[in-house]
C-alpha cells in the first residue's frame, strides 16, 4: 500500500484565489512528521512547511498553511492568494521516527496558476 | 540558513565512464545525507542515506558497486555512479539533515539543486 497518495495529477488556480492539496497517509507509527515541498521547473525541492503528528495546532508559513487531520490522516496543502510563481509540482512527503528517519514522497501534484 | 549545494548541476558523459556528483551542506553540519533519483514527471525515489563516518545505507534494489556514496565530512557528501549506462540517466538530488536519524529526529530535510546527469 502506498505510504502517501496525492489524488490530484494537476489542479487550476486563478492568480489570487486559494487552493488545497490533497495527501493522505498511511503509517501504524504513532510518532511521524508531514512535509510538503515545491518543485518549480528548475528542478530544485523547495521546502514549504512541516506538521509533527503530536502537533496541537495546524501548521502555518505564510501563505501556507497545512490542514492537519489525524484521524483521517490526512495533511491537505492550503495556498492562500495564489501567484503566478505558485506554479510547480507540489509533493507531499511523510517522515516515521524510526530508523534513519527518511521521507517518503507522493507522487506529487503539478499546480498551475492562471492570471 | 539551511543552503544546500550540489555539483555539477549538468553533465553529459559517454557510457561506461565515471561520474561524481557533490552535495554541500552550505552553512549547517549535516550529520545525514540523503541522495534520491527521480524520473521525469515521477517522483523522488530514496537511494540511499548516509550518515557522517559510517557506510551509507542503501535502499532495496540500489546496487552499492554502481552507486557509491562517501560521506566524508559533516558537510560534503558524494555519489559516484560508476560505468554510467544510458538508463541511468536521471535527475539526481540530494538532501541534508541537521540531525542523525532515529526515534527523536524530527530535523527537516534540505534539498540540493538537483544534478541532471545524461549518459550517451
Known amino acids: 500500500a502506498q505510504k502517501i497518495t496525492q489524488t490530484q495529477p494537476g489542479m487550476f488556480v486563478q492568480e489570487k484565489e486559494a487552493v488545497t492539496l490533497d495527501c493522505t497517509y498511511d503509517t501504524s507509527d504513532p510518532s511521524y512528521g508531514l512535509f510538503w515541498y515545491k518543485q518549480p521547473s528548475s528542478g530544485e525541492m523547495i521546502f514549504l512547511i512541516y506538521q509533527g503528528s503530536y502537533d496541537q495546532q495546524n501548521a502555518t508559513e505564510g501563505r501556507y498553511s497545512l490542514n492537519f487531520q489525524k484521524a483521517r490522516k490526512s495533511a491537505n496543502l492550503v495556498i492562500s492568494a495564489s501567484q503566478l510563481g505558485d506554479s510547480a509540482m507540489y509533493f507531499c512527503a511523510m517522515r516515521e521516527v524510526g530508523g534513519y528517519s527518511t521521507l517518503t514522497f507522493g507522487k506529487g501534484t503539478m499546480l498551475l496558476v492562471s492570471p | 540558513g539551511a543552503v544546500v549545494s550540489q555539483h555539477p548541476s549538468r553533465v553529459i558523459c559517454k557510457s561506461g565512464t565515471s561520474v561524481k556528483i557533490e552535495c554541500r551542506s552550505l552553512d549547517f553540519q549535516a550529520t545525514t545525507m540523503f541522495w534520491y533519483r527521480q524520473f521525469p514527471k515521477q517522483s523522488l525515489m530514496l537511494m540511499a542515506t548516509s550518515n557522517e563516518g559510517s557506510k551509507a545505507t542503501y535502499e532495496q534494489g540500489v546496487e552499492k558497486d554502481k552507486f557509491l556514496i562517501n560521506h566524508a565530512s559533516l558537510t560534503l557528501s558524494t555519489l559516484t555512479v560508476t560505468s554510467a549506462h544510458p538508463e541511468d540517466s536521471s535527475f539526481y538530488i540530494c538532501?541534508?539533515?541537521?540531525?542523525?536519524?532515529?526515534?527523536?529526529?524530527?530535523?527537516?530535510?534540505?534539498f540540493g539543486p538537483g544534478t541532471r546527469l545524461t549518459v550517451l
Open positions: 538532501s541534508a539533515s541537521r540531525l542523525a536519524g532515529g526515534p527523536s529526529s524530527t530535523d527537516t530535510q534540505y
